[in-house]
């Protein structure tokens, strides 16, 4: 919340992600997920302002640089390092989001790693633990988090089979509502899902107009 904010008026931004998120019911393990274009609804230019504690009316050019960045590179960035409650520490999530504008790491970077050589962990050379925004609790939070944020659109076709899809192990399925099918197949129980309708993607073929039909008779 900005300074101005009074205690209790308004949720913190992790917190208002956090109700957003959908219930991946793919496997026996239900895990939470960001439906697909939600973000572009949440990350505004309001929110960032105030989750990262910045007035509008003092707000200098280094700020405003921050805040473009944020909303034209980094959404699923900042929301991941808001979901592990960076947002919750005064200027925590402005000094992490500073660090990633000035080593260019930006959506195109994700996934990053949960290992000593990772991105975050590179960050900070020379800091001290005690003053590390990235120690290895949070690098393993934000790891864990980052895959509600990279959940997969699906190309809509009766013949679709995510299973066929090439996916790192810890995607996310957007699979909402999985029921038991009737009989078995080859290798097991048949089940029937449903994904997210955010996140199946709909090839739209050309459309002719009467113009072009009546030239197609000349």
Known sequence: MSPTSEAGDEDFLSETLFKRFSTSEFDNTPRKFMPNGDLDELITRASVLDAMEIEESESDPQDEMLVEYVLHKAKKVFAIAVSIDLDQQ?????????????????????????????????????????????????????????????????????????????????????????????????????????????????????????????????
């Open 90 to 218: 005064e200027g925590l999530l402005k000094n992490a989001m500073q660090k990633f504008r000035r080593y260019s790491i930006d959506d195109s970077k994700l996934p990053f790693k949960d290992t000593p050589d990772s991105i975050l962990a590179t960050l900070e050379p020379g800091v001290r633990h005690r003053s590390k925004i990235w120690r290895e609790s949070r690098i393993h939070d934000f790891f864990n988090n980052q895959w509600r944020f990279l959940v997969p659109v699906f190309l809509a076709h009766p013949q679709t089979d995510i299973r066929n899809y090439s996916l790192p192990s810890s995607t996310i399925f957007p699979v909402i509502n999985k029921q038991e099918g009737p009989g078995e197949g080859a290798f097991g129980k048949v089940f029937k899902s449903e994904i997210h309708p955010k996140h199946i993607k709909y090839s739209v073929k050309p459309v002719r107009s009467m113009h072009e039909d009546q030239m197609g008779e000349g």
